[in-house]
């Protein structure tokens, strides 16, 4: 007689990928979409949701007790109101508001996620819509809001503690996207001069911020592209962040022209996704696989820059900073 077979260990994590994450995802996109958490910063029924935005009651009830399981609302006699977390990054009205940078984020990646199996077997469309520059201006918007959660504070704080940052008078943040971290280095600085420097469309959106913050007397805007056109001159501090990956295949002209732009004595600081090809992905790889399989893949070798840094004539270049996706590199003029 044949024995029940037992099975080895793993199978469940594969089942719940699809029944949990899949199904969290989805229901935080829609209920971005459909603007719940906004519409709930005071606690109300389902009845009251559904004839509010024009839904479904029984669904609207069983939708919003998905996202009390998710931990991003919360019930209590039959009304339901957000948690803390949603309050914070995901009502419109908030500082930290990352609810469109959530929707733009999918946006951007939906054609592979709608149709893995077709860039597998064709691999990328060759009309390279991702490096058209309206949709930079698009990428630009989501990404202001994600600049302030850390990644700012914590730039603005590495480069302020160099060691002549007194000393600068200009710097340029090259391919600048919102802005805000230029601004907030310049900030950082008693009478330091910025120039933020990126493509016109997108430009259009940092003046906005510039404006917000009321730099104008210490922010110049500078619009081109940064691979066929000058990027200005006379700067003592350049800082790019995850750009140079555009340059790749010339990253060596791209280092020339910084270098170029910058005075004697000068400070260039890179920051920019890496990849080591002998290295085992992390699973952090999952999460840059869809724009990689778009070939809109801008990671550097983890050296790249270093190398062509020294190749160029930088006196010095060392890490600042390196960690698994991410190098910091500063180099000496």
């Keep these: 007689m044949e024995k029940f077979p037992y099975p080895p260990e793993g199978f469940r994590d594969l089942l719940d990928i699809i029944t949990e994450p899949m199904v969290k ?67 419109a009205n908030s500082e930290f508001y990352i609810g469109d ?12 996620m709608e149709d893995m199996i077709g860039f597998i077997k064709t691999g990328p469309s060759d009309e390279k819509q991702v490096l058209q520059p309206d949709l930079w201006a698009q990428s630009a918007l989501s990404l202001a809001a994600l600049q302030k959660m850390g990644r700012l504070q914590m730039i603005r704080r590495i480069i302020s503690q160099l060691e002549d940052f007194q000393s600068f ?21 008693p009478s330091m001069k910025g120039v933020l420097f990126d493509q016109e469309p997108v430009i259009k959106l940092t003046a906005q911020y510039v404006k917000k913050y ?18 200005g001159s006379g700067y003592d501090l350049i800082f790019a962040g995850n750009v140079l990956g555009i340059a790749k295949d010339d990253l060596d002209a791209m280092i020339k022209k910084i270098y170029d732009a ?12 890496v990849i080591d090809p002998d290295v085992r992905p992390s699973k952090q790889f999952v999460k840059i696989l869809p724009n990689i399989l778009m070939d809109f ?22 890490k600042l900073c390196d960690g698994s996706r991410q190098a910091f590199d500063i180099a000496k003029k």
């Design 25 to 91: 995802a989805k229901l935080l996109l829609t209920a971005v979409e459909l603007c719940i958490f906004t519409n709930l910063q005071e606690p109300k029924t389902a009845v009251e949701v559904a004839e509010m935005l024009g839904l479904h009651p029984i669904n609207t009830e069983h939708f919003l007790n998905g996202l009390c399981a998710c931990e991003w609302l919360t019930k209590e006699n039959g009304k339901y109101f957000n948690s803390n977390s949603a309050a914070n990054f995901l009502v």
């Design 101 to 112: 940078s959530i929707l733009s984020l999918y946006q951007w990646i939906a054609p592979v």
């Design 169 to 189: 008078k200009k710097m340029l943040d090259l391919g600048c996207g919102p802005g805000l971290i230029g601004m907030a280095i310049v900030d950082a600085h």
């Design 214 to 231: 009321s730099m104008e007397d210490r922010i110049s805007l500078m619009s081109g592209n940064m691979l066929t056109e000058g990027i």
């Design 262 to 273: 910058m005075n004697p004595g000068g400070t260039f600081i890179s920051c920019n996704g």
């Design 297 to 318: 893949n801008f990671l550097l070798a983890r050296d790249a820059v270093t190398d062509a840094a020294k190749k160029i004539g930088f006196r010095t270049v060392t």
